[in-house]
């Protein structure tokens, strides 16, 4: 069974970075691609960014465009995320979630993913 374990977060004032982690633990894991994903209170949980395994080719919501870079260490089947500039809508509880195979659904739709980490809260302050 495959797992994806989060780390980092926490609370930071607005124009700062955060850097999050998602590890997998677990059986051999290859993934298809791995993503990123953020839901803030009283909202559908929203893509953030993507990472095909292989190549590495990313793909962002125009939100995030610019300030985040998502990025993996295939050796350690870590995903990380890295956020710039943070603002205070940036503010969500943010899930890991990764796949081994490719899904129809658009990799920007949940669905496309069977592994999620626990999630972690950021918090930006204004």
């Known amino acids: 069974q495959v797992q994806l374990v989060q780390s980092g977060g926490g609370l930071v004032q607005a124009g700062n970075s955060l850097r999050l982690s998602c590890a997998a633990s677990?059986?051999?894991?290859?993934?298809?691609?791995a993503a990123w994903f953020r839901q803030a209170p009283g909202k559908q949980r929203e893509f953030v960014a993507r990472?095909?395994?292989?190549?590495?080719?990313?793909y962002y919501a125009d939100s995030v465009k610019g300030r985040f870079i998502i990025s993996r260490d295939i050796a350690n089947n870590t995903v990380y995320l890295q956020m710039n500039s943070l603002k205070p809508e940036d503010t969500a509880l943010y899930y890991c979630?990764?796949?081994?195979?490719?899904?129809?659904?658009?990799?920007?739709?949940?669905?496309?993913?069977?592994?999620w980490g626990q999630g972690t809260q950021v918090t930006v302050s204004s």
């Open positions: 990472i095909g395994w292989g190549v590495g080719t990313t």
């Open positions: 677990g059986r051999t894991f290859s993934p298809y691609h």
């Open positions: 979630a990764a796949d081994v195979h490719y899904r129809p659904f658009g990799f920007s739709s949940p669905n496309a993913y069977e592994y």
